[in-house]
């Protein structure tokens, strides 16, 4: 991946899905470690392990911690027990999807709308501004470079805690998730010979 890159470090890297059985999992976090220890890697992560508790317990038994949990989360989907085990383990939550995958129910709700207006702010910078506050990472995603300057334009305000509350009060739980993966299934992809997916989740 260096060489690809060109560079000499990666300053993260995950395991994207906790894909397979546990002794894959847990063999390419020791390569993980491996690198950590040789200054290759400087903050190793977990992505999407939240729904398979066996390969999250599996992680964590071994002598490199995650620093880095990566998520579905937005406001729709704030994901609250899934914080709570993170914060036990100490790990940073990052949240993708964070602006719902530009879903316009969330880009138009009227909460967000008021928000925005009373900051003079988009309903985007707002979303960003509730994920920092939250003490989130957060990585929008955007193909527009005028979107990318206005998503950083997040740090001349501050959200009140009236308005984080009314923000928080949009979660509408699990079935707020845009996504939510079937791990079993998504694994039985993964095993060698791969077990025939019957294409739904
Ligand atoms: N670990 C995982 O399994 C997983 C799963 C999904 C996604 N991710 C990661 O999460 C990150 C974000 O995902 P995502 O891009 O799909 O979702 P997202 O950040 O929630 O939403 C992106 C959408 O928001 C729009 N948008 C961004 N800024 C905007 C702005 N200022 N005004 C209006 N619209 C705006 C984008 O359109 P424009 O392009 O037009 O700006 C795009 O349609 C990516 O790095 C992705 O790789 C990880």
């Not at 200054?39 to 992505?47: C, E, T």
């Not at 038994?61 to 704030?78: D, L, R, T, V």
């Not at 979107?147 to 501050?158: A, G, L």
Request: with cysteine; glycine share 6%; charged share 25%.
């Amino acid at each position: 991946m260096l060489d690809r890159l060109g560079v000499e470090y990666l300053d993260l890297v995950y395991l994207h899905h906790p894909a397979g059985d546990i002794d894959t999992i847990v063999a390419a976090w020791r390569d993980m470690e491996r690198a950590y220890r040789e200054g290759k890697i400087r903050a190793l992560g977990i992505s999407n392990f939240d729904n398979r508790m066996d390969a999250f317990n599996a992680i964590m038994e071994q002598e490199i911690k995650p620093q880095i949990m990566q998520i579905e989360c937005h406001p729709f989907a704030q994901r609250q027990e899934t914080r709570e085990l993170a914060e036990q383990y100490n790990i940073q939550v990052e949240c993708w999807y964070p602006l719902g995958h530009g879903d316009q129910r969330l880009l138009n709700a009227e909460t967000l709308e008021a928000i925005a207006a009373a900051h003079d702010k988009s309903v985007v910078q707002i979303i960003i501004r509730w994920h920092i506050q939250e003490g989130f990472s957060v990585i929008p995603g955007s193909t527009n470079p005028d979107h990318i300057e206005e998503n950083i334009e997040i740090f001349d305000f501050e959200l009140t805690d009236e308005e984080m509350e009314q923000i928080r009060a949009m979660d509408q739980g699990e079935s707020g998730r845009y996504f939510n993966l079937n791990y079993d299934m998504m694994g039985g992809m993964f095993t060698n010979p791969p077990r025939e997916w019957d294409g739904g989740f």
